[in-house]
């Protein structure tokens, strides 16, 4: 098993981590509505001093040509800057991509928008989704996964996630950024000067692995941070909803570029902690490393490597989490924060984190990479708390296949949200 996964791995990582030489043919976007007219170096500029602005706002759009959507689907398409909220409820700045098609929208009400996070892409600035969109680099896998909602009709807003502005550092599986940047694209996109998305429009959420960790992130934050959007229902594939436990099973694996991004992430996003005093001279290099690659060269880099290679002391995970920092707050205790499926309920339960609306979950039946205790501890802590949840984990693939081999249901999941159907759930 892990040798297929390892070789489909490094076959798209060949055919896909080089520049991007021979795009594929797309719809020509649009011309520049007035005021959307930024260039590429004002929507990556690092973030001012002090952000102003409400979560959502939006700062500055292009129009842009997503060449790495197949399909040539008649599109609208931006990449857009705006405002949102980090895990520490300060404004922070952020990017991504917005697409509309162009084909009338003949559905009920208002077009409804996907609220899309990518699966894991790199932490160096050119892994941004919206620059692969764009055909500025090509590490990413996920084009297909978009054409089938813009196909479906459906507007899709694509964010990169928290930490892809110039001089930055992606602060990977940070749940808090992660989810409100997912909802505050939503509020962007309905802001373009020219656009055609209304305030009325439905909302789905989606994402694979990273994103499904950050759509249930979504999912969790929408009742109390986002409270006007209209999210009807949220799929997510291939979740690490416990980090602790992922990191156990990643730590001198094959996949071990995956927790080395998360842990220079996890810094990104609390650098009061405990860290770079902690290196040794290889770890100090492995820093540098994750800030330089994207997703296959990242795996390649950290191939078997282990957490206790990069400190002075050898540090083990247990010793890692024990660390405190200001205020005595521990590693693991920060870790802890990011673990999916604690304080969730349905409405009016009066839990942390309220879910009105249907909940997608999958995972592939050969899952090598994400625990399979953790993907299904998930699961049962948002049935137990008595959300609508329908769980499938019967696909015939691995953990990077069955992102594409549950494309399908995860559109049809989400079209039949916006029409109004409802969902059982298998719990």
């Given at each position: 098993?892990?040798?297929?996964?390892?070789?489909?791995?490094?076959?798209?990582?060949?055919?896909?981590?080089?520049p991007?030489?021979?795009?594929?043919?797309?719809?020509?976007?649009?011309?520049?509505?007035?005021?959307?007219?930024?260039?590429?170096?004002?929507?990556?500029?690092?973030?001012?001093?002090?952000?102003?602005?409400?979560?959502?706002?939006l700062?500055?759009?292009?129009?842009?040509?997503?060449?790495?959507i197949?399909?040539?689907?008649?599109?609208?398409?931006?990449?857009?800057?705006?405002?949102?909220?980090?895990?520490?409820?300060?404004?922070?700045?952020?990017?991504?991509?917005?697409?509309?098609?162009?084909?009338?929208?003949?559905?009920?009400?208002?077009?409804?928008?996907?609220?899309?996070?990518?699966?894991?892409?790199?932490?160096?600035?050119?892994?941004?989704?919206?620059?692969?969109?764009?055909?500025?680099?090509?590490?990413?896998?996920?084009?297909?996964?978009?054409?089938?909602?813009?196909?479906?009709?459906?507007?899709?807003?694509?964010?990169?996630?928290?930490?892809?502005?110039?001089?930055?550092?992606?602060?990977?599986?940070?749940?808090?950024?992660?989810?409100?940047?997912l909802?505050?694209?939503?509020?962007?996109?309905?802001?373009?000067?020219?656009?055609?998305?209304?305030?009325?429009?439905?909302?789905?959420?989606?994402?694979?692995?990273?994103?499904?960790?950050?759509?249930?992130?979504?999912?969790?934050?929408?009742a109390?941070?986002?409270?006007?959007?209209n999210?009807?229902?949220?799929?997510?594939?291939?979740?690490?909803?416990?980090?602790?436990?992922?990191?156990?099973?990643?730590?001198?694996?094959?996949?071990?570029?995956?927790?080395?991004?998360?842990?220079?992430?996890?810094?990104?996003?609390?650098?009061?902690?405990?860290?770079?005093?902690?290196?040794?001279?290889?770890?100090?290099?492995?820093?540098?490393?994750?800030?330089?690659?994207?997703l296959?060269?990242?795996?390649?880099?950290?191939?078997?490597?282990?957490v206790?290679?990069?400190?002075?002391?050898?540090?083990?995970?247990?010793?890692?989490?024990?660390?405190?920092?200001?205020?005595?707050?521990?590693?693991?205790?920060?870790?802890?924060?990011?673990?999916?499926?604690?304080?969730?309920?349905?409405?009016?339960?009066?839990?942390?984190?309220?879910?009105?609306?249907?909940v997608?979950?999958?995972?592939?039946?050969?899952?090598?990479?994400?625990?399979?205790?953790?993907?299904?501890a998930?699961?049962?802590?948002?049935?137990?708390?008595?959300?609508?949840?329908?769980?499938?984990?019967?696909?015939?693939?691995?953990?990077?296949?069955?992102?594409?081999?549950?494309?399908?249901?995860?559109?049809?999941?989400?079209t039949?949200?916006?029409?109004?159907?409802?969902?059982?759930?298998?719990?």
């Amino acid at each position: 098993m892990r040798v297929r996964s390892l070789f489909s791995t490094a076959v798209l990582g060949v055919a896909l981590a080089v520049p991007a030489a021979a795009p594929q043919a797309a719809a020509a976007p649009a011309a520049a509505p007035a005021g959307c007219d930024a260039t590429d170096a004002d929507i990556y500029a690092p973030p001012p001093g002090t952000v102003q602005g409400d979560p959502g706002d939006l700062l500055a759009c292009r129009p842009v040509k997503l060449t790495n959507i197949p399909g040539d689907v008649p599109m609208r398409a931006w990449k857009v800057r705006y405002v949102s909220t980090d895990a520490k409820g300060a404004r922070n700045v952020v990017t991504g991509t917005v697409a509309i098609p162009t084909a009338p929208w003949t559905g009920d009400g208002s077009r409804p928008t996907v609220a899309f996070n990518p699966g894991t892409l790199g932490s160096a600035e050119r892994c941004a989704f919206s620059k692969q969109l764009a055909g500025e680099y090509v590490d990413m896998y996920e084009g297909g996964n978009l054409n089938l909602f813009l196909r479906a009709g459906h507007a899709v807003a694509a964010t990169d996630g928290v930490g892809y502005l110039s001089g930055q550092v992606h602060t990977y599986m940070v749940g808090a950024n992660a989810g409100h940047a997912l909802l505050d694209i939503v509020r962007a996109s309905r802001q373009i000067p020219g656009g055609s998305l209304t305030a009325d429009g439905d909302v789905g959420i989606s994402g694979y692995s990273e994103g499904g960790a950050a759509a249930l992130w979504g999912a969790q934050l929408a009742a109390s941070y986002a409270p006007e959007l209209n999210v009807v229902g949220a799929a997510a594939g291939g979740v690490p909803g416990d980090l602790k436990v992922t990191a156990k099973q990643l730590n001198g694996s094959l996949f071990a570029g995956f927790l080395a991004d998360a842990l220079v992430g996890l810094h990104a996003a609390y650098p009061e902690m405990p860290f770079t005093e902690l290196m040794n001279e290889r770890g100090a290099r492995a820093v540098e490393d994750v800030r330089s690659h994207c997703l296959f060269g990242t795996l390649a880099v950290f191939l078997g490597a282990r957490v206790e290679d990069f400190s002075t002391g050898r540090l083990t995970l247990e010793q890692i989490y024990a660390l405190r920092g200001p205020g005595g707050v521990t590693w693991g205790e920060l870790v802890d924060r990011q673990r999916l499926g604690v304080g969730v309920g349905g409405p009016s339960s009066g839990a942390r984190y309220e879910i009105g609306f249907p909940v997608f979950q999958y995972r592939g039946w050969f899952e090598e990479i994400i625990p399979h205790e953790t993907e299904d501890a998930t699961r049962q802590r948002y049935c137990a708390a008595g959300i609508t949840t329908t769980w499938k984990n019967t696909y015939p693939a691995e953990h990077l296949t069955t992102d594409w081999a549950a494309a399908r249901d995860v559109t049809d999941f989400l079209t039949d949200r916006f029409a109004g159907k409802p969902a059982e759930g298998n719990c």
